[in-house]
Structure formats: structure tokens, C-alpha cells
């Protein structure tokens, strides 16, 4: 399976057609097909990722080869910031939850409590 299969398959999974991926990134209608050698560039396959909130090491290799060695990985406070700030950066692409969208007010809702839980984890740290 290369890049523009595992596209295909999250634009599957979260019930989206790859023709509103292309228009919500800003890409020429057709453009993930197109892409038969199943590589995107760089900059693209970013943007693919931090749509669907996936590492770009999935896009290019897949589950089998995530990268184990980032230092942050067993880090919960990292990964909370992280999601906040996707969910507080909403307005360029949706955060998905059970593979629906949330809307506007769930997000800001959700980023209050990951607030509230990175507090609590530092205090607990601290003690």
C-alpha cells in the first residue's frame, strides 16, 4: 500500500470523499488520484496529516513502521498540548471524533478540558 492508498482509505474511514479532502487543502480537483507513483510532496503530505491527525511517517509507511524512537511518545502532557492545539486550530480543518466532525463549540469545549487535565498532570507532577 503506498501514500495515496492510505489516503484513500482515511477519506474511507471517515466517511469524507478524497474530492472534499482536495478542496478543503486547496488542491486541484482530481489531484490525489493523479498521484500514481503513490508519493506526495513533502509540503502536501503534511497538510494530508494534520488533517486527519495522523503522524506523516503512516502516510509514507504505515502502521507496521511508526517511528518508536520520538523522545515525547510516552509523554501524556505532549500529547494533550498537541491535541489542543488542533482542536484550537479548527477553523483550516475539522477534528474528528468517532468519524464525525466536531463542531466549533465541541472543540473549544474539549480544549477546556485538556486544559484542565494538563493542569492537573503537572500539580500531580510536582508533588
Known amino acids: 500500500m503506498n501514500s495515496v492508498d492510505r489516503v484513500k482509505e482515511l477519506c474511507k474511514e471517515y466517511k469524507i470523499p478524497v474530492s472534499r479532502l482536495e478542496k478543503e487543502l486547496g488542491f486541484s480537483n482530481g489531484y490525489i488520484s493523479q498521484l500514481r507513483k503513490g ?3 513533502a509540503s502536501r503530505l503534511m497538510q494530508i496529516a494534520d488533517y486527519f491527525h495522523v503522524p506523516v511517517n503512516y502516510l509514507l509507511f504505515g502502521s507496521e513502521c511508526m517511528d518508536t ?3 515525547n ?3 501524556i502532557s505532549h500529547d494533550l498540548e498537541i491535541l489542543k492545539q488542533k482542536l484550537n486550530s479548527q477553523e483550516n480543518t475539522p477534528v474528528f471524533y468517532k468519524k ?3 463542531s466549533k463549540e465541541d472543540a473549544i469545549f474539549f480544549a477546556g478540558l485538556i486544559d484542565l487535565m494538563i493542569q492537573r498532570l503537572q500539580s500531580s507532577n510536582n508533588n
Open 69 to 71: 524512537n520520538d523522545e
Open 39 to 41: 508519493s506526495f510532496p
Open 100 to 102: 464525525k466532525a466536531l
Open 73 to 75: 511518545r510516552n509523554d
